[in-house]
């Protein structure tokens, strides 16, 4: 053991024995309380005291001379357990998962199919087993980062002594890390001279008389240019465990396998204030600290990174959350110098991302647009709707085809997501590098991004690819939500509108960070103000008073439309609130005393705005029977041009006569 701190007491090449299966743990502690533990459930003292229960059984073996030359007989009676990593002392959570895969390797082999339930981010996923030799495979695929290797690696550990016939680890990134883990194991193993020692190792491993044993490929992330079925050994018996982030691994490499998730909240919590050294928390670091995983998606790599910054920095935990909220990007590129990890949160990905900007530009510009966009709640047929058509009313009362170009959504965006083919293969990219997740509901694909990636996304770009990108997520966003002609605009959206809204405040958390300065920055604004206006029409929006008070505050002066439809969503929630002489006051001073006052020329589409807030206006006094006054106000609207109204004019004229109607009976 050596002294895992800024100050060693000794090296750590001093501190090993350097023997065959030595076990290494880098513990906190300084030389005094190195073998010292707080109590029985100190996570230092749990990781340990296996092995020595492991080594008291075998002590007699062990005390027996060694005989001068070590022959394949006399190493066939060491068991072999080799993995190039200590065991982790902070793991927390995955016990289903471990549950998982132990109750999967422990079922007898069957030629009957076995339903395996797998649950990914948001979706529920079943695999059907398949034969695959008899050997039973099992394949962790979740997100970089979410702690895949430290699972399957943990449950070597905790499964070591049921493996008689050893445990052994390869690097599965590529065919040159697999050969030279084979060759390293080969000559671990003393077995002499061979002209393919990958081949006799396996069939080193397929001898009957070695059946109980667990193989780790690590990083098997190239599923075209590894070939990894040609590394397994041809039996049809040992335990195999796959970690890829490739998810198309499930099914095509092992019959059954799990989507890795973040990890549970309480068991992130325990994570960060074990890494953090918080040994007695109070409830508020137990608080503090919950805030601080939520905001990293309890993705584990995160939160023991921002446990060790916090312990190496003497940082409160209330001071770190501070920085995190400021500073996140920033933050998330920090090598703490405690632990094992030897890549930053930020790292991680990047060279996925170099990958997908290589390789596939279709799937690197969707993920920039998804890093913009609520993290959750991506679906396929909002894309698809943004990308369409939409009739809108003209300036001069008639119809227009507003075509998404029109609508300032960037062109490549629209050729990819409307050529199903360009979408499904950056979407397998996507998945390939488990940088999204999908889910599949009754209204089709769904997709979604960890917050965390959208972060390290985002912000390594430069500032102008940015910006472009915000605005490209609200010109989206705005095309989807449009109020199209003749329509009660969000009831055309049906149920979905409901389940796309949470992408309305997300879009404003974006405009309220671009820069005033930014040349997109106009066009952004008016699409808000709209995109506003057509939030505040769902019954379930808490802030549908801040929402027009935030859309009164983008508007521009003399935008005649907008401050019409402004006006009249702000009278109707005034009076909803029983505030009826201010919802009579906001419509006066839109009328008399704002843009339409001074018989100033104004278009079509603004002269029938302008005979929709008359209408409204004229409402108020029905419903308080103050019709004299109703049908003064009614009768004051007409079209620009009576005797040849256009369409816009005809559809509110029709709304007028109505109300009329409404005054004679």
Known sequence: MFVSDRSQVVTKDSSLLKIPGEEIFAMDAHHRGICRFSAADDPFYRAIVPFFIGFSKGIDRLLIPPTPALNNAAFETETLFDVPYARCVEFHGRKQLLADIELYFSEPSSDQQRVYGISGLGMLIKYVPFSCNGRETNVNSPLGGAG???????????????????????????????????????????????????????????????????????????????????????????????????????????PCGTIITPLEEDAAVKLLLGKAAIRNPSSEDITDAGVIVRHLGCLALAVDQAGALIRRRQKSLKDYHRLLENEQSELLKIKPGIGVHEKTVSTVWELNFRQLEKDTPDASLLLLLFSFLEAAQISESMLKRACSNMQIWSENGGVLDMSPERAGIDSGVISIINNELRFDQAVEQLLAFSLIQTSITASGRSFSVHPLVQSCASHRVSLETRQKWQVQAIMLITHVFRKQRLSGAITDLGDTGSQMFPHIPRVLKEFDTLDKNCPLYPKAKRAMCLLLLEGSKFNGNVWRRDTIAKARELLERGDAVLEARVARRESTL????????????????????????????????????????????????????????????????QPKDPKHPSLMESSVLSDRNVSLGRLLK
């Open 574 to 637: 005034l009076r909803l609130h029983g505030k009826i002489e201010d919802s009579y006051r906001v419509i006066e001073n839109c009328i008399y005393d704002g843009v339409f006052a001074g018989g100033l020329n104004i278009t079509e589409k603004a002269n029938a705005e302008k005979g929709k807030l008359i209408i409204s206006y004229a409402g108020n006094f029905i419903m308080e029977n103050q019709l004299a006054r109703a049908k003064k106000e009614l009768e004051s609207w």
């Open 148 to 254: 895949k290797t430290q699972t399957a690696l943990h449950y070597a550990f905790q499964n070591r002594f049921k493996y008689k016939s050893g445990v052994v680890f390869f690097n599965a990134t590529s065919n040159t890390t697999l050969i030279a883990d084979f060759y390293r194991i080969y000559d671990l193993l003393h077995l002499g001279k061979a002209s393919d020692k990958i081949d006799y190792l396996k069939r080193w491993f397929s001898k009957p008389t070695r059946r109980d044993w667990l193989m780790i490929f690590d990083g098997f992330n190239d599923l075209n240019a590894v070939q990894i079925r040609d590394y397994f050994p041809n039996t049809s018996w040992g335990h195999i465990i796959v970690t890829s982030r490739d998810q198309s691994t499930i099914g095509l490499v092992s």
